[in-house]
């Protein structure tokens, strides 16, 4: 058996398929390309693939990562070949690597993410800079979500500003993303009193720790 770490981005046409349709729909194209992948033992034998963290619906991606295991036929350059041609649009496949089967699992490695905001009317670079000095300097921010209190503020890791496009300045987020402990992009907005609706949010990346 092996395994395969594979990159990928998640674009517009996806944006609204959820972490458990993403997980179908790589086994369907898995199916479709007749690809020889590993299945778990037990009654109910599943493809074993492993995602990384769910995104987000509405949002797009350049940086989503799953593993799939596949049986030792599989090869690098036989898997480069065929998946692109076997996943839908929506999807686009940066990288393959064949990683160490004992690798550990990417959910128990994702620290946090980098978020870009990019408005889709013309907004003041001034009043953002003045909302994100703000976010960063307050201790705490307690937020409400699902009928429980949380601290936004210690999910925030970092804020800037991108004004490389003068017209139209976009927002960096760097957020927490680990089991129990996750910032949300829209809720950073909110509390800026900006609109999420009014936006378009793509992850840009995913940050592991680093293995011992």
Known sequence: MKRFRIKYSKKDALKYTSGLEVQKIWERAIRRGHLPVAYS????????????SPLPLGFTS???????????????DSLSVALPGVVPPGIEILNIDEIDLATPTMQNKVNSAVYRVVFLD????????THIRRILDTPSIIRTRRQ?????????????????????????????ARPGATGRPEEVLLDMGLDPMETRIEKTETLFAATD
């Open 62 to 76: 350049s940086s989503e990562w799953i593993d799939i295991w596949f049986q030792d036929e599989a090869s690098l």
């Open 148 to 176: 429980k209190e949380y601290d936004l503020r210690l999910l925030i890791e970092a804020l800037s500003i991108d004004q490389s496009d003068k017209a139209n300045p976009s927002l960096i987020m760097q957020l927490a």
């Open 122 to 129: 013309p907004v003041d670079a001034a009043e953002i800079s």
């Open 41 to 52: 033992q037990g009654f109910h034998p599943q493809a074993r693939l492993n995602q990384a």
